[in-house]
């Protein structure tokens, strides 16, 4: 069975070109806060800003007035080129990943966690640095997780919502429990349940972890192309 036969008909890649700004001038605009072409999550659910790949002047008087004097953008996967006056405080190479055929399945022994939980997905985060988690992360999609003796030890949801995609995020797992193929699970998971909802999944990673990169691949992941992750400081 093909991608397609899943989906309908595949899914225009090439809103992941800007997945942020797509999911938040669509599927999740109710969320946005906005000024001009600057839009960005509300702090407290993701600290991500972004904006029209060829940023006009406007633009990033826009993202100072809605940012502050001294703030810290975080751009979400995008590349642009800010003014010369705006320092550059993080710039790392990372990959966009998309569904080509991953073997997508349910996982029976998998929780859906809820807000009850939220507490115990920062700890796991804290202690795994899978990416930014905020307190109210959990609203933009499902999370699911596994729990041995009661304890949440792995967990993986869903982030941006580009139209016809989701994006697969948070993936981690405790270190006394990895080797077990727990957070294979929970993406395999996610994903039956996005292709469910005839959209498709997709995936970031830093360039640099190759041991992840090779794992989505291995499950049917495709490398789409390079992003950066960067963030910049507002002149102040």
């Not at 093909?2 to 797509?22: I, M, W």
């Not at 995936?203 to 992003?227: C, E, K, P, W």
């Amino acid at each position: 069975m093909t991608v397609d036969d899943h989906c309908g008909s595949r899914s225009d890649e090439r809103v992941l070109d800007n997945p942020a700004y797509a999911a938040l001038t669509g599927p999740q605009a109710h969320l946005a806060e906005r000024r001009g072409d600057v839009l960005r999550y509300p702090s407290d659910m993701s600290p991500f800003l972004t904006i029209p790949e060829h940023a006009s002047a406007q633009v990033w008087e826009d993202v100072a007035a809605l940012v502050g004097a001294g703030g810290v953008v975080p751009l979400a996967a995008i590349s642009v080129q800010p003014p010369d006056d705006w320092e550059v405080v993080m710039d790392i190479p990372g990959v966009q990943l998309v569904d080509d055929g991953v073997q997508a399945a349910p996982d029976p022994d998998a929780v859906i966690l809820t807000v009850d939980d939220v507490p115990e997905m920062l700890d796991l985060v804290a202690r795994t640095q899978p990416g930014p988690f905020r307190p109210r992360t959990i609203e933009l999609g499902t999370y699911l997780g596994h729990r041995r003796d009661g304890k949440l030890v792995a967990m993986a949801g869903e982030r941006m919502h580009p139209p016809g995609w989701t994006e697969i995020s948070a993936v981690c797992t405790d270190p006394a429990y990895r080797g077990q193929g727990l957070a294979t699970r929970l993406v395999l998971a996610l994903a039956q349940g996005i292709r469910e909802r005839g959209e498709m999944p997709f995936m970031h990673a830093a360039a640099d972890n190759t041991h992840a990169i090779g794992l989505y691949v291995s499950l049917g992941f495709r490398l789409r192309r390079q992003v950066t992750f960067a963030a910049v400081r507002v002149p102040g």
